[in-house]
């Protein structure tokens, strides 16, 4: 008898719900938590058994009176939708609710082969992972937050899943977001330090549009910069690398994966040519405008990216060479557009290479 094995359903779980977020609500699946406690429910749900009819028009108050009686995803999908509205803070509050309440049910109805838990992780990855960058900005807030959260599925009645019949798993799902907030509070130099050393900047929602910035300094343990670069001192030769590769040919770095050189030569009076070379052979070469400015080799580009839907990438590239001749690469990139449609995107992001010279 043919079987699917739980790591095959795992994945598909979690490709489905990534795409069941990304299209913000309107999937007609999703029964993975199926089961509900004994008693009337006074939620009105859509076609798909499970979702709160209106969630993306409803007004909050409603929405939230709900909730106590809804399938847990609802409280997932809330927080997208206030975190999509600006309202960052609420955000905050309903998706570790909805966490609580959706490990609660997890527990109280273990669900084969973990495509429950899949389905979770899921949701924290997607869903989570901006609010929970959002919410490390100020880890004392954050932790208030959950313990309001606590406080909150402590003295509301749960229609979903039995507080009475599964008291025991209740208590665990409690004891399991404790954990998570202790975490957080003894970690909390940890994170802003972290926070600090990527560049993690705003993160949130701002007229509609989702911005996440991510500008780190050069890393604090490689050799100092030169005072000054100019483009007759960047002119040489330096090991390839792949990564490197990707911002020095944006949007066709696949053609520099095999070279073992980039060759860097002035091209007339205000450019540079880059060559991506395997040995002898030519690979692809970038011809830029490029301009002396702030001790850097300075020069910009556009692209598109597959992962937008609608939008470009502006790519500003700084040129400098180190105490010891190596050649730094600052990237810096900003990305506008959309993703799926649902939301525009605004991030900012800055990337630091650094290669050695084989020749001048």
């Not at 025991?168 to 404790?178: C, G, K, P």
């Amino acid at each position: 008898m043919f079987r699917i094995s739980a790591a095959v359903i795992r994945r598909a779980v979690v490709v489905f719900c990534a795409a069941l977020v990304a299209v913000f609500i309107g999937v007609p699946l999703l029964v993975v938590c199926g089961p509900v406690s004994a008693g009337p429910s006074t939620v009105a749900t859509t076609g798909n058994g499970w979702q709160i009819e209106g969630m993306d028009t409803l007004p909050p108050a409603e929405i939230e009176r709900q909730l106590p009686n809804a399938n847990p995803l609802n409280y997932f999908l809330y927080a997208g939708r206030l975190f999509k509205d600006g309202e960052n803070d609420k955000a905050v509050f309903w998706y570790h609710a909805g966490e609580l309440r959706f490990k609660f049910l997890l527990l109280a109805h273990p669900s084969p082969p973990d495509a429950g838990e899949a389905l979770f992780e899921s949701m924290q990855a997607t869903v989570g992972q901006p609010i929970s960058l959002y919410a490390g900005a100020d880890t004392k807030k954050w932790v208030d937050q959950i313990n309001a959260v606590l406080l909150w599925d402590a003295s509301t009645p749960n229609g979903f899943t039995s507080k009475e019949q599964y008291r025991r798993q209740w208590n665990d799902s409690s004891s399991w977001l404790v954990k998570v907030r202790d975490q957080i509070l003894a970690h909390a130099d940890e994170i802003q330090k972290r926070r600090a050393q990527q560049g993690t900047d705003h993160i949130g929602v701002e007229n509609g549009v989702y911005i996440e910035e991510h500008k780190p300094n050069m890393p604090a343990d490689w050799p100092a910069l030169a005072a000054a670069t100019s483009v007759d001192r960047v002119v040489g030769a330096y090991k390839a690398d792949f990564k490197l590769g990707h911002t020095l040919f944006l949007g066709e770095g696949q053609k520099a994966l095999r070279a073992t050189t980039f060759d860097v030569s002035r091209e007339g009076p205000d450019g540079i040519l880059i060559v991506a070379k395997r040995g002898e052979d030519e690979l692809i070469r970038r011809t830029m405008s490029a301009r002396e400015q702030d001790g850097a080799v300075v020069f910009e580009a556009d692209t598109t990216a597959d992962y937008l839907s609608e939008g470009s990438i502006h790519e500003t590239v700084y040129l400098r060479l180190n105490a010891v001749g190596d050649l730094v690469v600052q990237s810096d990139w900003l990305t506008k557009g959309y993703r799926n449609k649902t939301m525009p995107v605004r991030e900012s992001n800055t990337f630091w290479f650094r290669t050695a010279r084989v020749s001048n």
